[in-house]
């Protein structure tokens, strides 16, 4: 679990740093609510992703050519009384010289019934495209259009939109977040909901562009990432990092709900009260439960460490009323790269609800790195939550090039100045 630092910058700049599931509403200082930013050069802009230009995602939309070997297709449901016949149309172009016409002589209500699709088309689960397209028709009337499985089980991956056609031709922009991942997905026009006829041309699809804002001011930049997903942003030269001791570059809480957790009790205690109840006591175990560990049970947090460096680690046990039977020597053992780094006895009966400091460890970066509880003797012992800091910090004033934002997450950089 990872939270973002969050900062309503584009606002009156106040926010509250809830690292936590016990305490609410506390105020935290920030480097960056310190920062004199002077006064903005210019609005708020989109921001620059990776620089690349807008990648033409489905070819052959422009039906100059139709000769039934490129991507498109049709489709009619003749048993349940649908009929349509396509043609390329050379007299009604909506873009070039010719489109795709659909004629439909006989439906019966059920759009999805009749299609014109177009198959191959890579779609990537929470990226947002952008499909254009110009159509008419006969009379006016509806299609329906959306992304779909080429084949069985035909997984739906985004909404079906439906688009009021009229006599002129017009130009549609629909945006879709595709809700899955496929080389080979089909974009479909669904026709079967009324008789008559159908053009559509010039069909692209492109990713949809930056959604990350960011405002230049005398001495700084801000970047918001105001999206559901991490993002990267490449930046020109000339920025760098706020000095400030605050927070740490890596941060996160390893629970005992995670994947990296494992033990020898599946007994998961859900030792938690509710914070609203008028009368104590309160108590918690972090996120909602903890496991626990008979005597001569052990329990294991696996750790990705990001960075090599100092991590600072605390512990966290609930002081729920049976905590006085808890284990008096349980033993933290740190290990990295296959070597016991470190090793510290706690006796859990002493307060809970607390982050107890287990030590300061140097752990390299990809080196297997663990914390494992082993409980002695005969009386239990909780396994609930780490929560562990680097010593390096996020900011230092390094210069950057690129910054990557997690979801809904901001970040004020300061100007290098000339000669800096
Ligand atoms: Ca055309
Ligand atoms: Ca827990």
């Given amino acids: 679990m990872r939270f973002g630092l969050g900062l309503t910058l584009m606002n009156d700049g106040y926010f509250a740093y809830e690292f936590g599931d016990t305490w609410h509403d506390n105020d935290w200082w920030y480097d960056e609510l310190d920062f004199d930013l002077g006064y903005p050069l210019g609005p708020a802009e989109h921001a620059a992703l990776g620089g690349d230009s807008p990648l033409q995602l489905l070819p052959g939309g422009d039906f ?52 014109l699709y177009t198959g191959g088309i890579a779609l990537t689960e929470e990226i947002t495209y952008d499909l254009t397209f110009r159509a008419r028709a006969d009379r006016e009337r509806t299609v329906t259009v959306g992304f779909q499985k080429g084949s069985p089980d035909w997984e739906i991956y985004s909404r079906f939109a439906v688009v009021r056609l009229s006599s002129e031709w017009r130009d549609y922009t629909l945006t879709f977040e595709a809700s899955g991942t496929d080389p080979d997905a089909r974009l479909h026009f669904l026709l079967g909901a009324e008789t008559g006829s159908v053009w559509i041309d010039d069909v692209r699809m492109e990713i949809h562009p930056s959604e990350i804002l960011r405002r230049e001011f005398d001495h700084g930049l801000v970047l918001l990432n105001p999206t559901r997903a991490e993002q990267t942003i490449e930046l020109e030269t000339g920025w760098r990092r706020l000095e400030g001791e605050q927070a740490p570059r890596h941060e996160w809480l390893a629970d005992d709900s995670d994947a990296g957790f494992s033990s020898s009790s599946a007994q998961i205690a859900a030792l938690d009260t509710a914070e609203y109840l008028a009368i104590g006591p309160f108590y918690h175990s972090w996120g909602g439960s903890l496991h626990r560990l008979d005597g001569g049970g052990w329990a294991e947090w696996r750790l990705e460490i990001p960075e090599s460096d100092t991590y600072s680690m605390d512990v966290w046990w609930p002081a729920a009323p049976e905590q006085s039977g808890w284990n008096r020597a349980a033993r933290y053992g740190v290990r990295a790269g296959g070597a016991t780094v470190g090793s510290i006895v706690l006796d859990q009966t002493d307060t809970g609800d607390v982050w107890r400091p287990l030590g300061s460890f140097s752990l390299p970066a990809g080196s297997a790195a663990s914390v494992r509880l082993t409980c002695p003797g005969a009386d239990p012992c909780a396994a609930d939550a780490l929560y562990l800091r680097s010593t390096a910090r996020y900011n230092d004033g390094s210069p950057v090039r690129a910054i990557t934002l997690q979801p809904l997450d901001a970040i004020v950089l300061q100007r290098e100045e000339q000669g800096a």
């Avoid at 009619?76 to 873009?95: E, F, L, S, W």
């Fill in 64 to 115: 100059e050519v139709w000769d039934g070997d490129g991507p498109w297709g049709y489709w009619a449901d003749t048993d349940a009384g649908y009929r349509a016949v396509p043609a390329i149309d050379g007299k009604n172009p909506g873009r070039g010289d010719a489109s795709a016409r659909m004629d439909i002589s006989a439906a019966q209500g059920e759009d999805w019934r009749i299609t």
